[in-house]
Nanobody, 122 residues
Framework: QVQLVESGGGFVQPRASLRLSCAAS????????IDWHRQAPGNQRESVAA???????NYADSVKGRFTISRDNAKNTVYLQMNSLKPEDTAVYYC????????????????WGQGTQVTVSS
């Protein structure tokens, strides 16, 4: 079993910064791509940022230049540095990771965390 735990959310004013963390634990052989998603009330969940096992990154247009995704493979942890936060960034932020758990299988299964609330308001 694999667990993903997000942390670092909170209530901040516009233009503030937050750094979210997502730590993976459990029966992990290797981790592939990791994504950050968010879901605001009444909206569909959307992808915010992604990072491959090799470190290549991709961002939603709405966060480019403000958010930075990074990973520490030794700690099985991914981070989302969020700068210049806006009220429209308010949402529950989730991480997902493709994880290989079986020695005799090359299949990567996607796991999700429970989410962390980010609220941006004056």
């Amino acid at each position: 079993q694999v667990q993903l735990v997000e942390s670092g959310g909170g209530f901040v004013q516009p233009r503030a910064s937050l750094r979210l963390s997502c730590a993976a634990s459990g029966r992990i052989l290797s981790i592939g791509a990791i994504d950050w998603h968010r879901q605001a009330p009444g909206n569909q969940r959307e992808s915010v940022a992604a990072i491959t096992s090799g470190g290549s990154t991709n961002y939603a247009d709405s966060v480019k230049g403000r958010f930075t995704i990074s990973r520490d493979n030794a700690k099985n942890t991914v981070y989302l540095q969020m700068n210049s936060l806006k009220p429209e960034d308010t949402a529950v932020y989730y991480c997902s990771a493709a994880v290989r758990t079986r020695v005799l299988s090359s299949v990567y299964q996607k796991y999700w965390g429970q989410g962390t609330q980010v609220t941006v308001s004056s």
